[in-house]
């Protein structure tokens, strides 16, 4: 897994496929980093992710549980239409900002 | 009959399994010359299933999951079963949102995805038997004979 800390913003760049399986895995590194770096902004990056299901929403909404405590935001890139689709249908869209190419 | 074929897997209840589960039942249905869309429905369900059986079915011990699939004409026919502690409120668990372990950043949208990617879900499910989920996918629904079709 790729993860890229500026300042207090993280970046997780999420792998081909978005499992139950490594899910767990970003789910402790990026927690170890958050709290280590005193993370206030995550940026959860899609180009790569070809695959994904309920459990990478679950992370998702799990960083962000823990970001709103730290008073902080989680946004989402590179997104493509089924990934858009998944993360409306969950209502994950009301609490984190997908942002487009050009924005 | 004709135009039908059957398939069987067995496999160890560990979440590295998972994408094994669902690229197999994925290579089953390419004889029904699937979409890209059609094939990543698919893989959505059967992930969705699969991870239920670990986490909630036999929580994160080892035994078998059963997976059955079966092609009839178009339609994809997937069983996912395991033998663990099954569900006591099928009804509340289907609800969206809804989950029974929230500390392992579970989102509760399993069976929501399974249903709005799938053709038709029915889960049978007895508190210290097991729980199977039925799914159906039909193939080609909205294409008409036609038109090209995708690569």
């Given at each position: ?29 990026s ?56 993360l ?16 | ?40 429905d ?14 909630h ?75 199977t989920?039925?799914?159906?996918k ?13 690569l």
């Amino acid at each position: 897994m790729k993860y890229q800390v500026q300042e207090n913003c993280l970046t997780i760049f999420l792998p081909h496929e978005l499992d139950h399986h490594n899910a767990e895995e970003i789910r402790k590194e990026s927690d170890h980093l958050i709290e280590r770096n005193h993370i206030r902004y995550i940026i959860f990056d899609f180009e790569e992710t070809a695959f994904c299901d309920s459990s990478g929403i679950g992370v998702i909404m799990g960083r962000y549980k823990r970001i709103y405590m730290l008073g902080g935001e989680v946004c989402a890139v590179h997104t493509n239409e089924r990934m858009k689709r998944m993360l409306t249908m969950s209502g994950v869209t009301k609490i984190m900002h997908i942002y487009e190419e050009d924005e | 009959m004709e135009n039908t074929n059957e398939m069987q897997l067995i496999f160890d209840s560990r979440s590295s399994n998972e994408s094994f589960a669902r690229v197999t039942v994925a290579a089953f249905m390419t004889a029904l010359n699937p979409t890209v869309e059609e094939v990543s429905d698919v893989k959505t369900a059967v992930s969705e299933a699969v991870t239920n059986a670990i986490i909630h079915g036999y929580e994160s011990e080892v035994h078998n999951i059963y997976i059955r699939c079966r092609t009839e004409e178009r339609t994809l026919y997937v069983e996912v079963e395991d033998k663990g502690r099954g569900i006591e409120d099928v009804e509340a668990a289907m609800e969206p949102l809804f989950t029974t372990k929230p500390e392992l950043d579970r989102s509760g949208m399993g069976f929501s995805f399974m249903e709005a990617f799938m053709d038709g879900l029915s889960v049978v499910s007895e508190p210290g038997k097991g729980t199977t989920v039925k799914m159906k996918k039909i193939v080609g629904k909205g294409r008409k004979l036609w038109t090209a079709q995708p690569l």
